[in-house]
C-alpha cells in the first residue's frame, strides 16, 4: 500500500541555519504530496503543497520539489528561526491522507 | 475565520467508563476525520466519514466507534475505556476533493487520560 517515510527527529538547530527534513514515499500513481506543520498546542495546519512531477511547493521560506525518479519531498529552509519549532509531517495524498511519523524540529536562539 | 472544534481539549477518564469526544466543523465539509496521534507513531487514522450517516474503518479503528447525524459534526466513541488509548485525538474535515487537494482542516486536538 502506499506509505510515507520522513527523517527520525528530534531535529535541533541553531537560528539561521540550514533545514532539510528528508520524505521519501511509495504510492501507485502520481499523488499530490504535502507537508503539514503542527504548533505547540495546536493542531496541524497545510505548509506547502505540490500536486505533480517537478512542481515545487512554497510558503513562510519553507520549499520542497516534488521528485518522481527519486520519489522524494525533502522539506528545507535556508534559515530557520525559533518560531519555526513544530512538528513537520510530510503528507501523501490520496483519501484519506497518508501521513508520516513526523519530524520534531527545535530551534535554539 | 474557519474552524474546527473539538469539545474538550484535556480529559481524564477510568478504565472501563465511556467517553465521547465531539468535533464540529463550521465550513460545510463532507468529509469528516478521526487521528490519534502519539509519539513515535505519528498520525493513525481511526474513522472518517463522508457523509452523514457514512462511517469508514481508519488504520485503528478497533476499541473506537463514531457517530454522524449531521453534516457538521463527527463524534468518537470509546465505549470501554483502556489505559492504552490515551492519547492526543485529532479530528479533522475537508471538502470532497480534500483528499487530492490535501487541505485538511485540524482542529487543536483532544489530549485523553485514562487511569
Known amino acids: 500500500g502506499d506509505s510515507v517515510t520522513q527523517m527520525e527527529g528530534p531535529v535541533t538547530l541553531s537560528e539561521e541555519a540550514f533545514l532539510t527534513i528528508n520524505c521519501t514515499y511509495t504510492?501507485?500513481?502520481?499523488?499530490?504530496l504535502f507537508w503539514y506543520v503542527q504548533y505547540p498546542g495546536e493542531g496541524l495546519q497545510l505548509l506547502l503543497k505540490?500536486?505533480?512531477?517537478?512542481d515545487k511547493g512554497s510558503n513562510k521560506g519553507f520549499e520542497a520539489t516534488y521528485r518522481k525518479e527519486t520519489t522524494s519531498f525533502h522539506l528545507e529552509k535556508g534559515s530557520v528561526q525559533v518560531s519555526d519549532s513544530a512538528v513537520y509531517f510530510c503528507?501523501?495524498?490520496?483519501?484519506?491522507?497518508?501521513f508520516g511519523k513526523g519530524t520534531r524540529l527545535s530551534v535554539i536562539a | 475565520d474557519v474552524k474546527v472544534t473539538q469539545s474538550s481539549r484535556y480529559l481524564v477518564k477510568r478504565t472501563g467508563e465511556k467517553v465521547f469526544l465531539e468535533c464540529v466543523q463550521d465550513?460545510?465539509?463532507?468529509?469528516m476525520f478521526w487521528y490519534r496521534q502519539d509519539p513515535g507513531l505519528g498520525l493513525r487514522l481511526i474513522y472518517f466519514?463522508?457523509?452523514?450517516?457514512?462511517?469508514e474503518k481508519g488504520d485503528i479503528p478497533e476499541g473506537y466507534s463514531v457517530s454522524r447525524e449531521k453534516k457538521e459534526r463527527f463524534s468518537l466513541i470509546l465505549e470501554s475505556a483502556s489505559t492504552n488509548q490515551t492519547s492526543m485525538y485529532l479530528c479533522?474535515?475537508?471538502?470532497?476533493?480534500?483528499?487530492?487537494?490535501?487541505?485538511?482542516?485540524f482542529g487543536e486536538g483532544s489530549r485523553l487520560t485514562v487511569l
Open positions: 479533522a474535515s475537508s471538502s470532497p476533493g480534500g483528499g487530492r487537494t490535501g487541505e485538511l482542516f
Open positions: 504510492a501507485t500513481g502520481y499523488p499530490s
Open positions: 505540490a500536486t505533480k512531477a517537478d
Open positions: 503528507a501523501l495524498g490520496n483519501t484519506p491522507l497518508v
Open positions: 465550513m460545510d465539509h463532507e468529509n
Open positions: 466519514s463522508y457523509d452523514v450517516k457514512m462511517k
